[in-house]
Each structure stands twice: as C-alpha cells, then as structure tokens.
C-alpha cells in the first residue's frame, strides 16, 4: 500500500467530512469497513463494501456515495448510479446482465456489468433498492457473495474493487416520526 494511499484511509472520515454535514455514525461505518478491506480482512474477492442507506430525502445517502466516489477514486463522478425504480418487472432484470440472445439488446450488454467492466474502480449505487423486482435481489446476492457476475455473453465483470451502495427511503416516515417523539421527551 502506497503512502497515499494509507493517508487517504487514515482520513477518510475527515475527508468525508468536508463534504457531508452530520452522519458521523455511518461515515465511521463506511469508514471502517473500507479499511478493513483494504488491510486484507475480508474476501478478496468481493467488493471493498456493501452498504444500505436508509433514510429520507436530503439526508446525504446519495452525498455519501459521492465523497466516497471522489476520496478513494479521485472522482466523484466514478459512481454508476441504477435507479432501481426501473427494474419494478421481472423482464426488465435482464437489463441489468444484458438481453438474452435473439432478443433486442444483446450486443449492448448489461447496464451492471458493462458499468463495471469499464470502470473497475468505482462504487456502485442502487438507489431506492426497495422497488427493485425481487429478483434483481438473486443477482444481487452473487455479487455480494462471490464478487463476481457473469453477462449474457459469458464475460465475467469482477467486483472485488467496488463499493456496493443500496439506499432507501422505506421506512423513513417512522424514522422521523421517533425522532420527533424522541424530542419530545
């Protein structure tokens, strides 16, 4: 591990911190488990980290992702976001691996894999995961286990070096209304 390198982890909540207001807790979580990864803790094979934000709109979920993106790989634009509004029907979960053979879309491959075969190092960002059709949730899981997906055209997109980001807003109206009853007291 390079000097650099070693800096950025040691700082990386400060560095976050720049950029984001509050959310210390998680900051320090995302933080933690980064360096975990990149000390040799974990699977090498799957992704630095895989994370589920919850909470409701202006919060910093998605601003996170973003210093992240820019702290550790230099660019705040090296986010891959999926709006997983998007993939509600079970024939759209294809998208993400690319189209089967015979089918409109195949030699464009898929939304997921290619974002990742371009771009290695980087984090990928699941929003409102919540309306995603159940069965992204089995892609989903082979990535967060084996680190690895496999596209329509059998190319193997490796995520060992990404960041597995998830967010939601379901359950953020209770979340505020026991903050609020929390005041209260």
């Known amino acids: ?31 933690d488990a980064v360096r975990r990864s990149r000390a040799g803790m974990q699977d090498e ?8 934000f919850l909470g409701p709109t202006g919060v910093g979920k998605t601003e996170l992702a973003k210093a992240l993106a820019e702290v550790l790989f230099d660019d705040e634009r090296a986010i891959t976001r999926i709006d997983m509004s998007e ?3 079970r024939h759209t979960v294809s998208r993400l691996v690319g189209a089967p053979p015979g089918y409109v879309g195949y030699e464009e491959g898929g939304q997921l894999t290619e974002a ?3 771009a290695p190092y980087s984090i990928i960002l699941l929003d409102e995961i919540e309306k995603a059709h159940p069965d992204v949730y089995n892609i989903l899981l082979q990535v967060l286990d084996d680190g690895r997906l496999t596209d329509n055209k059998g190319r193997i ?4 070096n990404t960041i597995i ?4 807003n379901m359950g953020s109206e209770t979340i505020l209304e ?3 009853d929390l005041e209260a007291l």
């Open 1 to 31: 591990m390079k000097q650099h390198e070693r800096d950025k982890l040691l700082n990386l909540e400060a560095e976050i911190g720049k950029r984001l207001i509050g959310q210390h807790e998680a900051v320090r979580a995302v933080a």
């Open 165 to 168: 980001i998830m967010t939601s």
């Open 178 to 180: 026991n903050f609020e």
């Open 116 to 118: 990742v075969r371009r």
């Open 157 to 160: 997109a490796n995520f060992k």
């Open 87 to 89: 993939y509600q029907e």
């Open 45 to 52: 094979n799957r992704p630095i980290g895989s994370f589920i």
